[in-house]
């Protein structure tokens, strides 16, 4: 079975600065797809980036940006100019990309702190 | 575009009462459904999903059960409620055949069994 492992449960950084959160998984498939969450106090969960295995360019939106690799089972998500807004808790997720691919499983999350 | 209506928002809930948690979408049509429980401060923990009308797949056995009476329709129930089905439990949905499709999510119940 996958599993998705996040080993920060919470991380802190200063307005406008920059910071990595990191993400693993386990899984024998070879397609599928990774995805980052956050989740603001409201509890709303709002979809960030989302990463193809079969993709080798690193996806990028707007300020966030991941570093994928597959080889070593790793999907960090970048920050950058972090916002006070980017407060939040962040999951990372994985979903296979077979015929079965209808369950998306979850990190435990990490709580991300800005300060100004 | 497409929208995900959950309700209620909150709820209080005596231990041995029945639920009914409801989930509707708009704006596309066949989706899948899921239901989630996030636990307090702790990741979400898919319960069942349903790929079409009448089919539910449950994910972890427990006091809860689902349905899907309308395409776009999902139905968290319980007849009788544990201290242990408190938590917050999210509605979701992706595209049909796109398994890069993200989640959208509807805003969360939060049950409080007491």
């Known amino acids: 079975a996958q599993t998705v492992t996040q080993s920060q449960p919470e991380m802190s950084v200063q307005e406008a600065e920059t910071v990595t959160l990191s993400c693993t998984y386990d899984?024998?498939?070879?397609?599928?797809?990774l995805f980052w969450y956050k989740q603001p106090p409201s509890r709303q969960m709002i979809l960030v980036i989302r990463?193809?295995?079969?993709?080798?360019q690193n996806a990028t939106e707007n300020r966030f940006s991941v570093n994928f690799q597959k080889a070593a089972k790793s999907f960090s998500l970048k920050i950058s100019d972090s916002q006070l807004g980017d407060a939040a808790m962040y999951f990372c997720?994985?979903?296979?990309?077979?015929?079965?691919?209808?369950?998306?499983?979850f990190g435990a999350g990490t709580r991300l702190f800005v300060k100004a | 575009s497409q929208t995900i209506h959950q309700w209620p928002a909150t709820l209080v809930q005596p231990v041995g009462s029945p639920l009914s948690l409801e989930c509707t979408v708009e704006?596309?049509?066949?989706?899948?459904l899921y239901w989630y429980r996030q636990a307090a401060g702790r990741g979400l923990q898919l319960l069942f999903y349903?790929?079409?009308?009448?089919?539910i797949s449950s994910e972890v056995p427990q006091n809860l059960s689902a349905s899907r009476p309308q395409d776009r329709q999902f139905i968290l129930s319980s007849k009788k409620l544990l201290l242990s089905d408190s938590g917050f439990y999210l509605c979701?949905?992706?595209?049909?055949?796109?398994?890069?499709?993200?989640?959208?999510f509807g805003n969360g119940t939060r049950l409080t069994v007491t």
């Open positions: 899984t024998s498939e070879s397609d599928y797809y």
């Open positions: 349903s790929v079409g009308i009448g089919q």
């Open positions: 704006g596309t049509s066949n989706p899948n």
């Open positions: 997720a994985y979903r296979s990309g077979g015929t079965g691919g209808f369950k998306t499983i």
């Open positions: 979701a949905w992706t595209k049909k055949g796109g398994t890069n499709s993200p989640l959208h």
């Open positions: 990463q193809e295995a079969y993709k080798q």
